[in-house]
């Protein structure tokens, strides 16, 4: 079990722009199913298979998409270093016999923040997929090249309004989407000092840069230690509202913000959703398949996962329920997947202490704790995962970051998923 600390590096500068030319005896959590299924609950180890062994130190964050337009699934990750390795990010690109290629973006010098989530999405219809990363210095948009794979080509900048020249801190969360219906993706974020919920408006003429963008702040009071967020229409008006969590806060851990007519002047109403305690990491998936997408949070120190049944009007009450209550392993990350072709919502969840991987379906009632499910016992801990069929069979494989006892051991794998 991994267990080891690593100093971080302490960043004096103020501003930031970048423009480089296995199921072991003793199961880590209760299983309580509603009604007992056949053949659950799975105990069929999932085969690792290597991305990466040696590019990086400390894996931190992951994304998952084609960025190089070859019709394979590339994997983007986000290194946080230690000292005296600084952060960098990679881009591994996959070919069809699930080999890779790596190819590191904006060099290795010491001034390169540190991701603490990244996604992909392309930010200046360019048909190529950008980054953009929160971390501890802005929102950072890793702008895509004519050609992906020249590692060189790939240009980084802090966004406007973002950074520590505005007094906000270290970001943890983004999202991208189009919040005004105008010029273009937009960012949002959760993060800051304070603790903050803001997005960041895509300029109408200039997005290959990070000038132009405007901060438009949707919660500054009662956000403390901002986690996590996602976009999702709620109220079915075409507009897209936002999910977050903050577990600083005493109430309302969990909540959503409607889009209003006008989202850069009109306030954006707050909803509960939850209090699940510390409420964390979260994913947005249908898991009682009523045509409604619900939300899951991780509470990391207490070890679970909760979610909360959407009902058909939002602004009403939603019902909180377990997921899993771990007793030996520490929840860490999660992902919302259709693990065994049955069209029910499964739910991956990643842990640390003893690192592990699992799989939780609903057996019987859904609203019952769910039959966990091996996937993978590990020697290392595991950082973050993403989803994504990696083998062509039409069943969602897993990826991880795996954080090893030392930094020799950092890696980056897959698992293919073995069901039928």
Same mark, same amino acid.
Not at 339 to 344: A, F, P, T
């Given at each position: 079990m991994p267990?080891?600390? %690593? +100093?971080?590096?302490? %960043?004096?500068? =103020?501003?930031?722009?970048?423009?480089?030319?296995?199921?072991?005896?003793?199961t880590t959590c209760p299983t309580t199913p509603g009604t007992p299924g056949s053949g659950f609950p799975k105990s069929t180890a999932w085969t690792q298979k290597p991305i990466n062994n040696n590019a990086?130190?400390?894996p931190n964050a992951l994304t998952i998409a084609d960025f190089d337009g070859d019709g394979t699934s590339d994997v983007a990750v986000a290194y946080a270093g230690a000292d005296p390795t600084p952060a960098s990010y990679v881009?591994?690109?996959?070919?069809?016999?699930? !080999?890779?290629?790596? $190819? #590191?973006?904006?060099?290795? $010098? @010491? /001034?390169v923040p540190i991701g603490a989530a990244i996604k992909a999405a392309d930010m200046n219809n360019d048909t190529r997929p950008d980054l953009i990363v929160a971390t501890d210095q802005g929102i950072l948009y890793i702008l895509s090249p004519a050609d992906p794979r020249v590692g060189a080509d790939w240009q980084g900048f802090i966004i406007s309004g973002s950074g520590m020249d505005s007094g906000i801190g270290p970001w943890r969360d983004v999202a991208i989407g189009d919040i005004d219906?105008?010029?273009?993706?937009?960012?949002? @974020?959760?993060?800051?000092?304070?603790?903050? *919920?803001?997005?960041?408006?895509?300029p109408a003429a200039d997005t290959n840069s990070g000038s132009g963008w405007a901060r438009i702040d949707i919660d500054t009071?009662?956000?403390?230690?901002?986690?996590?967020?996602?976009?999702i229409d709620l109220t079915n008006? #075409?507009?897209? /509202?936002?999910?977050?969590?903050? +577990?600083?806060? !005493?109430?309302?851990?969990?909540?959503?913000?409607?889009?209003?007519?006008?989202?850069? !002047? /009109?306030?954006?109403?707050? =909803? +509960?959703?939850?209090?699940? +305690?510390?409420?964390?990491?979260?994913?947005?998936?249908?898991?009682? $398949?009523?045509?409604?997408?619900?939300?899951?949070? $991780?509470? %990391?120190?207490? %070890?679970?996962i909760g979610w909360y049944i959407r009902p058909a009007d939002p602004t009403q009450a939603w019902s909180g329920f377990q997921v899993t209550q771990y007793n030996a392993a520490t929840p860490i990350d999660l992902a919302v997947a259709d693990?065994?072709?049955? #069209?029910?919502p499964d739910l991956v969840v990643a842990t640390q202490q003893p690192g592990s991987l699992r799989w939780f379906t609903p057996v019987g009632v859904q609203t019952n704790v769910w039959t966990e499910n091996q996937l993978r016992? *590990?020697?290392?801990?595991? @950082?973050?995962?993403?989803?994504?069929?990696? /083998?062509?069979? #039409?069943?969602?494989?897993? !990826?991880a970051l795996l954080i090893g006892a030392t930094a020799a051991d950092d890696s980056v794998a897959w698992f293919e998923n073995p069901e039928p």
């Open positions: 267990n080891r600390s %690593r +100093p971080r590096r302490h %960043r004096l500068k =103020v501003a930031f722009a970048i423009a480089f030319a296995t199921m072991a005896a003793g990086g130190v400390t881009i591994f690109f996959r070919a069809a016999d699930n !080999t890779f290629t790596t $190819v #590191s973006l904006l060099g290795t $010098v @010491a /001034d219906g105008a010029a273009g993706p937009d960012i949002v @974020a959760a993060g800051g000092t304070v603790g903050r *919920l803001c997005w960041f408006r895509s009071t009662t956000r403390t230690d901002a986690r996590s967020v996602a976009l008006d #075409s507009r897209l /509202d936002i999910v977050s969590t903050a +577990p600083g806060e !005493t109430e309302n851990r969990v909540a959503w913000y409607g889009n209003p007519a006008n989202p850069s !002047t /009109d306030a954006w109403p707050k =909803v +509960p959703i939850g209090n699940l +305690p510390a409420a964390g990491k979260l994913a947005i998936g249908d898991l009682n $398949v009523d045509g409604r997408a619900d939300v899951v949070a $991780v509470n %990391r120190p207490g %070890r679970q693990i065994d072709g049955n #069209s029910q016992d *590990l020697n290392e801990d595991v @950082a973050a995962i993403a989803t994504g069929d990696f /083998d062509a069979d #039409s069943r969602p494989d897993v !990826t």
